[in-house]
Every structure is written in structure tokens, then in C-alpha cells.
């Protein structure tokens, strides 16, 4: 299994920015074991990482590797869609969630 390289981009210290890191810990952890590096970037004091990666809402969450890149916005609640953007499920597959 590739390691997995993730990117989240929160905004400030909110409920909605701290369910989306306990989410994305709890997906990371069931799904990924130890192959994934999670870097929690909050856009009020890194901007200039926010603007470069054209962040328009949080939080969103960039997988960069292993590729394609891909963008999730939200608190990332809906484990199906988590997974799906990671690659993780098959979207021809029902969901039985």
C-alpha cells in the first residue's frame, strides 16, 4: 500500500474544524493503519499555504499522494465520500452505509 500524504485545511479553532480533524483521524486510522502522513494546516496563520493551494472553503482536505490529487470539502462526516475521494471505495460498489 502506497503511503498516503493528506493536507487539511481548517479555519481557526471551531467545532466544525475539529470534528472534521477527529473524523479524518478516526477514517485514517480503521482505513489507512500507520500509512499516512495528516498535516492540519489552519488557514487564519498559514494564508499564504491557503491561497497557494487556492483553498476557497474549510475544511478541505488534499490527498496528494498517492495520486490522482483530490479535494473533499466538508467536516468529512460522510465516511462513504471520505473514502471514495481517497480512493478507498469503489463508487460502482453499493454503499452500505
Do not use: W
Not at 486510522?29 to 495528516?38: I, K, N, T
Not at 499564504?48 to 493551494?53: G, K, S, T
Not at 483553498?55 to 488534499?62: E, F, S, V
Amino acid at each position: 500500500m502506497n503511503k498516503f500524504t493528506l493536507k487539511l485545511y481548517i479555519t481557526g479553532n471551531t467545532p466544525r474544524a475539529e470534528r472534521a480533524i477527529a473524523n479524518l483521524r478516526r477514517i485514517c486510522e480503521v482505513e489507512l493503519g500507520g500509512q499516512y502522513e495528516m498535516l492540519v494546516i489552519d488557514v487564519l496563520e498559514r494564508p499564504q499555504l491557503a491561497e497557494d493551494e487556492k483553498i476557497l472553503a474549510t475544511p478541505t482536505l488534499i490527498k496528494h499522494l498517492p495520486p490522482p490529487l483530490r479535494r473533499i470539502i466538508g467536516d468529512l462526516s460522510d465516511t462513504d465520500k471520505v473514502l471514495i475521494g481517497l480512493e478507498l471505495l469503489d463508487t460502482n460498489k453499493k454503499l452500505d452505509h
